[in-house]
Nanobody, 129 residues
């Protein structure tokens, strides 16, 4: 089985930075895309960023493009989300997710929740003004 554990959340002032980490346990074969999603209280879970585990291709939501950077350390089985220039509207629970694919020509849409097979429990990010 695959387990994801997020860390690094906390309280930060607007304009500040946070770095989230997602430790991944379980098999690496077939790991296709790792993603970050977020959900504000009473809101829906929305896409933030994603990265192909092997090739490193990245994807970003327009709302975070230029401010957030997703990266991964293959040796440590860890995904990171560097968040800069944080805004109050970034306040949410941030979730790490993993999309596994064991077929040829994997092409799951990284921005879609349904693409992901495993989810972490989330870490709270609060941005104050």
């Amino acid at each position: 089985q695959v387990q994801l554990v997020e860390s690094g959340g906390g309280l930060v002032q607007a304009g500040g930075s946070l770095r989230l980490s997602c430790a991944v346990s379980g098999p690496t074969f077939g790991r296709y895309v790792m993603g970050w999603f977020r959900q504000a209280p009473g809101g829906e879970r929305e896409f933030v960023a994603a990265i192909q585990w092997s090739g490193g291709t990245t994807y970003y939501a327009d709302s975070v493009k230029g401010r957030f950077t997703i990266s991964r350390d293959n040796a440590k089985n860890t995904v990171y989300l560097q968040m800069n220039s944080l805004k109050p509207e970034d306040t949410a629970v941030y979730y790490c997710a993993a999309d596994y694919c064991l077929a040829y020509g994997c092409n799951s849409a990284p921005e879609k929740l349904i693409s992901y097979d495993y989810w972490g429990q989330g870490t709270q990010v609060t941005v104050s003004s």
